[in-house]
């Protein structure tokens, strides 16, 4: 007869040959597992809300069409930029939207679901997605928050699209070196796209 202890989530599992006991008390083996799953999705729960109170960008992605291997390769590179990408079922989104106060978020929960968190750079994880979707069409990009403000794919684009830092610097130094309608020209693109996404958020605020 065989026996072992299962340490859960909270508490501990003890297994002595068909007969288990959960902190002491005897249970059946559904029981276990339903406790250990029960367990597993308040702990993923908590994961999630957290994650939504402490991202600066949360990027809501519909997944449909990728396969394996293009989801993790661009898991791999939203990583790269400190940037968490995890598929998770919408009815544990809209717990913890609710639970981390950012319920808008729920209108984003429709078919497959997963979501980009980031609490580093907000552009560089929005240039991955930009720049991932030009070879993977079937990625849909639904919509997201930025500091608590709602975006639509156009704005994530377009937040994604504000060149790195060392293309802006390399755009000021190639300014000096020429007239200065160079310089204006050279930077009048990117002000552009940094003052639209920039006033989107001001405008929701304002209605807010």
Known sequence: ?????????????L?????????DSPCKLEEVKYL???????????????ELK?????????????????INDLRGKLRQEQCRYR???????????????????????EGPTAIAYSSAD???????????????EALVIKGGMLSGQ?????????LGDIPSREVLLAKVVGG???PISGLVGALHGTLRQLVYTVDAVRQQRESA
Do not use: H, W
């Open 54 to 70: 402490q991202s600066e960008l949360v990027i809501v992605t519909d997944y449909r069409g990728l396969n394996v291997k293009a």
């Open 150 to 158: 709602l975006l639509d794919p156009a704005q994530i684009k377009a």
């Open 15 to 23: 297994s002595a040959g068909s007969s288990f006991y959960f902190n």
């Open 122 to 136: 907000p552009v560089a994880a929005a240039r991955v997605f930009n720049n991932f979707t030009k070879e993977n």
């Open 1 to 13: 007869m065989s026996s072992g202890l299962i340490i859960g989530l909270s508490g501990s599992f």
């Open 87 to 109: 598929v998770t079922k919408n009815t544990m989104n809209r717990l913890a939207c609710r639970q981390a106060g950012v319920e808008d978020l729920e209108n984003f929960f």
């Open 36 to 50: 250990l799953s029960k367990k597993a999705k308040e702990k993923m729960l908590e994961e999630i809300t957290e």
């Open 176 to 178: 000096f070196q020429a």
